[in-house]
């Protein structure tokens, strides 16, 4: 039995493979995510699959399945052995193989074939991947200096617009009537949530809800953010490998998805899969050969 986990910084999939059971609990990423937070959302993948789970709930018997976790975050050795023992603390399982989302996300679009595959959730990320492992990684640097056209950068960008006066009049009328913040409470909500990136992530479905609307700011908003992202992010890969064809894993990058491919097309770039939820190729992944 296979059990695997998808975990970006707003939601975490659990899927066990032959059945195709899934759940959704929230994000795991451990820069955010406090031990007891973890070990609480795997106590409820438990009681959820009781039935293929029995033997984790009652630890009556031997376990019998592999756990492979794809979580944002998990990039180092020292998260990936923390979020190990956490999983084996809530599974009990020895066979547990932390890997990161982005590996996650090259697996399910690529599978076993090489290509440019990018991130574009509540946070973002690049990369190069041979088939078999990820051989050209973009630089990753966070919520604050990075995840360039991501949903937590586009909520910066409509944020800081907005605040500074830098929003047209009409739709910056719209976006009050949405949210209704001060410029206080804005600033409070932002530098003393518990996830400021979940947060501003939230803001960006505005962007996606005025996409389309006749003054173009939401859209032409959505491809600065993708072009910041081809900066710090796709040119080197680009350059490096002579790829351009690219597909993309993440929730924000689908609901924007007819943005994102203009955009890629636009700059010469050729478009593959986008997908909001990696878990369907990843269980593919680890059902063939």
Known sequence: MILIADSGSTKTTWMEVESGNKIVTEGLNPHFTTDEAFLAACSYVRQQFHLWLHKVADHSSPLTFRLYFYGAGCGSEQQRERVTSLLFKSFGTNDIHVETDMLGACR???????????????????????????????????????????????????????????????????????????????????????????????????????KNDADDYCRNTIRYAFAEWDCYQLADLKLQTDCHKICVVGGFGAAVSDVLSDYLRDNFMLVGDIVADPIAGLRKYHTTA
């Open 108 to 210: 399910a679009v690529c599978g076993r074939e090489a290509g440019l595959v990018g991130i574009l959730g509540t946070g973002s990320n690049a990369c190069y991947y041979d088939g078999d492992r990820i051989a050209l990684q973009a630089v990753s640097t966070g919520y604050i200096l990075g995840d360039h056209g991501s949903a937590n950068h586009v909520g910066r960008l409509l944020l800081t617009d907005y605040l500074t006066g830098k929003m047209p009049d009409e739709v910056s009328v719209l976006f009050h009537d949405d949210y209704g913040l001060t410029h206080d409470e804005w600033i409070d909500a932002v530098y003393h949530h518990s996830t400021p990136n979940r947060f501003l992530a939230q803001v960006a479905t505005f962007a996606i809800r005025h």
